[in-house]
């Protein structure tokens, strides 16, 4: 969207509109909200890769430096130790399981951001500075 050319940006939306609309056709009927949920994420991944192509073409440029991949991983890691912790601890429903669980993935979710390189202490310490000096103005 930032490099001057919206027709792309807007074709891209309309793909990845059709495509979560069609699959949710499929998809729905069968598998319920999960259903939903996956062909809401082939949509946006439709939309992601396709407009990072966009951006390498338009840019002439050979590489990236960008997160999308390490974010996936994350996603798909943290999923699956979701799905551990489910199995594995015991749970009795109560909001204490569910802030236990919250703050092990949280907790497990900054670890991963910073062993893939997504996030680095100086970025943070970047943000807070901008995030206090807007404060301060406000």
């Known amino acids: 969207n930032g490099i001057g050319k919206p027709k792309i940006n807007s074709n891209l ?3 990845g509109t059709i495509m979560n609309v069609s699959l949710n056709f499929f998809l729905i009927p069968r598998y319920g ?9 082939m949509g946006y991944l439709l939309m992601a890769l396709s407009s990072t192509y966009y951006l390498k ?5 050979s590489k990236l430096n960008f997160p999308l ?3 996936v991983i994350i996603g798909i890691v943290l999923l699956l130790f979701t799905n551990y912790l ?4 015991i749970l009795t429903g109560t909001a204490l399981d569910q802030v236990i669980v919250l703050t092990i993935l949280g907790i497990s979710y900054v670890i991963l951001l910073f062993l893939t390189r997504v996030v680095n202490i100086r970025e943070i310490k970047s943000i807070l500075r901008l995030y ?6 406000k």
């Open 86 to 89: 489910k199995q594995n601890l």
């Open 13 to 15: 939306i309309i793909y």
């Open 57 to 61: 073409k338009n840019l002439k440029i």
């Open 33 to 41: 909200i999960n259903g939903a949920a996956f062909s809401t994420m």
């Open 132 to 137: 206090l000096k807007w404060k301060v103005f």
């Open 69 to 71: 991949f390490e974010g």
